[in-house]
């Protein structure tokens, strides 16, 4: 039986994501700091460490096709509203597509669908870290030291990193959260089923 509770907690990081790309002042730093890492929090409590392939063939229907289509159409949307963007030219587009997002800055299309590749490719990491590790304290350890390396590596060359690679990497701390969760924390059906009604 599906769980409402994880279906509320992605309701409130959507509505945080569409704020958050809707003000851009203080505002922004009531939500940047927690909705995305409560996507992957999620993801992380329903992750089960399966062989890399897989993960890879999960992830890859879950993810990147969704990832292709979302970014064809919104691709589609520009030409039709006549956004005349210099650099709307096939080449570029395909590159950005190609590189996931791309990091590109000469790139109107940065960041379209980030999410769906750094997800992809943190299952994919964390799936290698739970395959190669012989306990949760090693798991934790890799955790931690993949997540800091993400984050020093992508603030000084993120632009120039591929497939939200940097952004994948910092994720996999909060992956781990959310399995940690999964092993650690009951969130039974029936004693939330009363949020149903409060909305």
Same mark, same amino acid.
């Given at each position: 039986?599906?769980?409402?509770?994880?279906?509320?907690?992605?309701?409130?990081?959507? /509505?945080?994501?569409?704020?958050? @790309?809707?003000? @851009?002042?203080?505002?922004?730093?009531?939500?940047?700091?927690?909705?995305?890492?409560?996507?992957?929090?999620?993801?992380?409590?329903?992750?089960?460490?399966?062989?890399?392939?897989?993960?890879?063939?999960?992830? #890859?229907?879950?993810?990147?096709?969704?990832?292709?289509?979302? %970014?064809?159409?919104?691709?589609?949307?520009?030409?039709?509203?006549?956004?005349?963007?210099?650099?709307?030219?096939?080449?570029?587009?395909?590159?950005?597509?190609?590189?996931?997002?791309?990091?590109?800055?000469?790139?109107?299309?940065?960041?379209?669908?980030?999410?769906?590749?750094?997800? #992809? #490719?943190?299952?994919?990491?964390?799936?290698?870290?739970?395959?190669?590790?012989?306990?949760?304290?090693?798991?934790?350890?890799?955790?931690?030291?993949?997540?800091?390396?993400?984050?020093?590596?992508?603030?000084?060359?993120?632009?120039?990193?591929?497939?939200?690679?940097?952004?994948?990497?910092?994720?996999?701390?909060?992956? @781990? /959260?959310?399995?940690? %969760?999964?092993?650690?924390?009951?969130?039974?059906?029936?004693? @939330?089923?009363?949020?149903?009604?409060?909305?």
């Amino acid at each position: 039986m599906r769980n409402p509770v994880f279906d509320i907690m992605k309701f409130v990081a959507i /509505i945080a994501m569409i704020v958050g @790309h809707c003000v @851009h002042d203080w505002r922004l730093f009531l939500v940047y700091p927690w909705h995305m890492p409560l996507f992957f929090i999620v993801s992380g409590y329903f992750f089960k460490p399966l062989n890399i392939g897989t993960i890879i063939k999960q992830n #890859f229907q879950r993810l990147i096709i969704p990832y292709f289509i979302s %970014s064809i159409l919104v691709i589609c949307g520009s030409y039709i509203l006549n956004d005349n963007n210099a650099y709307t030219d096939i080449s570029t587009i395909s590159l950005t597509l190609l590189l996931g997002g791309g990091n590109l800055d000469f790139s109107p299309y940065y960041g379209i669908g980030w999410f769906f590749i750094a997800l #992809f #490719f943190s299952h994919i990491i964390y799936g290698i870290i739970h395959k190669y590790s012989k306990s949760v304290t090693s798991v934790t350890m890799w955790s931690i030291i993949v997540s800091c390396m993400g984050y020093i590596i992508g603030t000084k060359y993120g632009r120039y990193i591929p497939f939200q690679l940097s952004q994948a990497c910092i994720s996999i701390i909060f992956l @781990h /959260i959310g399995y940690l %969760s999964s092993k650690h924390l009951s969130i039974p059906i029936k004693s @939330h089923q009363w949020v149903w009604w409060s909305i």
